[in-house]
Structures are given as C-alpha cells and as structure tokens.
C-alpha cells in the first residue's frame, strides 16, 4: 500500500468526521485544516493520522472543558497541559510470570528495549517539555530509550514507583498463589482489600498517584511524557477520573502502551486515550 499525505482546507466541518476512504460528509461549523496520512502497514488499516490546526476534536469530545472531574492540583495552574504516560516495555520478571512490585531486580528484556524504541519512533514528532519516570530500572531504562536525544534531562519521581506488595515479590504468580492463597487471592480478586501487617498498598498506591500529579502538572512546561509501571498507571488513570481503588483491575496497561490525558487551567482532567498500543504492531506514529 502506497502512504501519502492529504492536506485540506475545508470550509465548514462538522464535531464529528466518520473516517473512512468515502469522502466525509460535513456540516457547517468554522473552517479548519485536517491533515490525514495513512498506515503503510497493511491494506486493511484506515486512516491512522487526524489533527485540526484549532486541536479540535473530531470525535465530538469537549473542548476547553471545565468541571470535568475533580482538581489534581488544589489550585489553579498556569495553563492547560497534556500528559502522555507510557508503561515500561517487556521486563524479565513480565517474561517469567513473577509478581514484580517495587522490587528493582526485574530488568527489561530484549524485547522490551524494542518495545521502548517502537515508543520512541510513535512519538518522535511531539514536542514534551519533560519526561518524568520510575527511578526502579525497568522503567528507567524505558525512559532512556525513549528521551535519547531529547535536550532537557530526565527527571525521577518516587512517587511513580510501583505498588511495594511485600513477600509476593520476585514469587511465580504459580508458587505464590500455592504458598501464599489467601494474600495472593485477595491481590488478585480484591486488591482495594489486599493488606500485609495493616498496610493496604493501593491506598498507599493512590496517595502516591495524587502527588505524582501534583508534581507533574505544576512543573513548567505544557506536553509532559510519563514512563512508570502497571499498578501506577492505573492509579493515576484512576484518580484523575475520580475512581477510587476499587476500581483498580477496571483499567488496564499494556507493556509499551500509551494513554494520553488533557487538564485544563485548574487541573481537571480528560482522558483522551487509553493505552495504545498500534504503534507495536506496525509504524503508526502520534501526531499529537
């Protein structure tokens, strides 16, 4: 299949465009320009880049929304901001089934590395002000693949570390279930009440979020790249849209996924998309 690039200039658009490879039926609304490039990865892929010059969206989404969930941040920031969080790519203990938690002796594979430079070439064409990441090696490692060549220095949180999950960590998800049945079943089917010796690691999970939020959306800058773990992400996905940690397994992250959140000027979030995941499986790049 042979990819171009198709620039218009349409005169009247409408809130929501049905791409496909019919001309897209319009109605009356300001003028915009659309920029579309297809997938060279196979005949059956539609169209895989969509912007609007005004960033409005084509899906019928709010724009410069306001009262969208809750503020992350307690108090107005200076403008509104973008967030894209990648999870870290294939690690040796994803690869042997091991519970991996907090423990920094997981390291990324091979394959991982090559899942982190798909990440990079995703997003080779968008402009973040920084990268923020897991200080643990997995993630670490992820990151440095993907801000290679980018000129402001990587900037490590504690507060994107993942879940700490005690003596689970570093077990065969096999042996621990067999050793540990009722910690193990409780982490699996019912996590918000999973607990060790009185301590209930999503809750500890969701405060971390909140503040890895805090940290994130009022450093300076507008386009900010997050790379850290499972657990983590679904935290922070969560408690931008108001989940609480019963909601935890409601959400799920791929290795090498993207999801990608907008805040407006007082912290409220919009989820945008959630954990993508084409750009492993062909050359599909991230406009935006």
């Not at 990865?41 to 410069?64: I, M, W, Y």
């Amino acid at each position: 299949m042979v990819c171009e690039i198709l620039t218009l200039t349409i005169p009247s658009c409408s809130t929501s465009i049905a791409l496909s490879r019919k001309p897209p039926k319009l109605k009356t609304f300001p003028c915009v320009t659309l920029r579309i490039q297809c997938s060279n990865s196979s005949p059956d892929v539609p169209l895989t880049f969509v912007k609007l010059e005004n960033d409005a969206p084509l899906t019928g989404g709010a724009f410069d929304f306001k009262k969208a969930t809750i503020s992350l941040t307690d108090k107005s920031i200076s403008t509104s901001k973008k967030v894209t969080l990648v999870r870290h790519g294939l690690s040796s203990w994803n690869l042997e089934s091991r519970v991996q938690g907090s423990s920094n002796l997981s390291f990324l594979t091979e394959t991982g590395v090559k899942q982190a430079e798909r990440c990079k070439e995703a997003l080779a064409n968008i402009h973040f002000d920084q990268c923020f990441s897991s200080p643990i090696s997995r993630a670490k490692s992820t990151a440095e693949v993907l801000w290679q060549g980018r000129e402001q220095p990587l900037v490590f949180l504690d507060s994107l570390k993942e879940a700490h999950l005690f003596h689970l960590e570093g077990m065969k998800n096999v042996d621990a279930k067999q050793r540990y049945p009722k910690e193990y079943t409780a982490w699996r089917e019912d996590p918000a009440n999973f607990h060790v010796n009185g301590i209930y690691p999503l809750l500890e999970l969701w405060g971390r979020a909140r503040e890895a939020w805090k940290e994130i959306l009022l450093a300076p800058g507008e386009h900010f790249l997050v790379v850290t773990h499972k657990s983590i992400l679904r935290a922070l996905i969560c408690t931008a849209l108001g989940l609480g940690p019963e909601r935890f397994r409601a959400v799920d992250v791929n290795n090498g996924g993207i999801s990608v959140f907008s805040f407006n000027k007082k912290g409220e979030a919009m989820l945008q998309s959630l954990n993508m995941t084409a750009h492993m499986y062909s050359d599909h790049v991230y406009l935006c």
